[in-house]
């Protein structure tokens, strides 16, 4: 007897949800202690709009953990599910670049 096929499509689908959900959550904390590290350094400083961008960032996080939650939510529609996938996966990799743009500005002070 043969062994039951397994859809291998299937059991991709809500991988990349799962993992931008849980990388995304972890990068709301790290643009938190940007903010916060940021504030205790304003006063020795000249004031940045650091914090204002990395709070813009930590939303678009948040936005970005959103979509993929409803995404792993909707598995029963694999064709939603894609594409909330797809939108997740959009806006954390363009959260990250600018997360690490904004990093390497304010390094240099130009921001």
Known sequence: MAPPR????ADERGRLAERV???SS?????CATLIGLVKLTEGRHALTRVDEYAGFT??????SALLAYL???SRRRPMLQARL????DMLFLGA???LACIGLLFAYDLI
């Open 21 to 23: 959900m849980s990388s």
């Open 71 to 73: 995404a792993l939510r």
């Open 96 to 98: 990250m670049v600018a």
């Open 85 to 88: 996938e797809t939108v997740a």
């Open 26 to 30: 972890g990068m709301v904390g790290a």
């Open 6 to 9: 397994h859809d291998d499509g």
């Open 58 to 63: 930590a939303v678009v996080f948040v936005v």
